[in-house]
């Protein structure tokens, strides 16, 4: 009798617990069949900025001197110091110029740093990140959606009056591979709404 009332308890449990799963799983299916026409119009144009996403160029000159090679912002190389004015494409659609001022140092996970951007383009966020020690990848400039910095990136700084940034954005790259199947892990495919 025992066991007849713990498997009906087991079975009635197992139901109540399925309807909200499955009810989960048909609205997420649900919403993906109601944007798929608008997920084919925009595919070429986000398959492009995906590509576009995947690395980061910055250009720039001023009175700065910096030596940097990064293996995520937890694995960082380098020292640097002074003020520059760039031209951005930048982690997180960031397109146009700025200012940069900055010193930092870091040997692997021992460091310290302070950088501070102030943008005159509406694209390019202003921020100012003070830290020492490892950086803390839970900070705003490093939010996966919306922050200006990527914290998993790779690649360097170097320069001397003139000076440039150059990174890959690992995360970005499995975006851009995932964008074929028409999954957008970062939410930044265009929509009708974004216009």
């Known amino acids: 009798m025992m066991k007849k009332l713990f498997l009906a308890a087991a079975l009635i ?28 119009v925009f595919y070429v144009p986000n ?4 590509a576009l996403d995947m690395f980061t160029l910055n250009i720039g000159a001023g009175v700065v001197a910096q030596a940097r090679l990064m293996c995520t912002r937890a694995i ?6 002074g003020t520059t004015a760039k031209i951005y494409k930048a ?16 040997l692997i996970s021992i460091g310290e740093e302070h950088f501070s951007m102030l943008s005159n383009s509406p694209w390019v966020d202003n921020y100012v990140e ?15 959606f919306k922050g200006p910095r990527d914290y998993w990136a790779v ?37 009708l709404d974004s216009f």
């Open 155 to 191: 690649g360097g700084s170097l320069g001397f009056l003139i000076d440039g940034d150059l990174y890959i954005h690992p995360l970005e790259w499995v975006d851009f591979a995932l964008g074929f199947l028409l999954i957008d892990i970062k939410q930044d495919d265009l929509t």
């Open 47 to 50: 398959r492009l900025l995906d």
């Open 91 to 106: 982690h997180n659609r960031q397109y146009g110029v700025g200012i940069e001022e900055m010193w930092y140092y870091s």
């Open 76 to 81: 960082d190389v380098g020292a640097g110091w």
């Open 13 to 40: 449990a197992g139901m109540a617990f399925s309807v909200p799963v499955h009810a989960a799983e048909d609205s997420a299916t649900q919403e993906f069949i109601d944007r798929l026409p608008e997920k084919l």
């Open 130 to 144: 003070m830290r020492a020690g490892i950086p803390d990848p839970t900070v705003r400039t490093y939010d996966f």
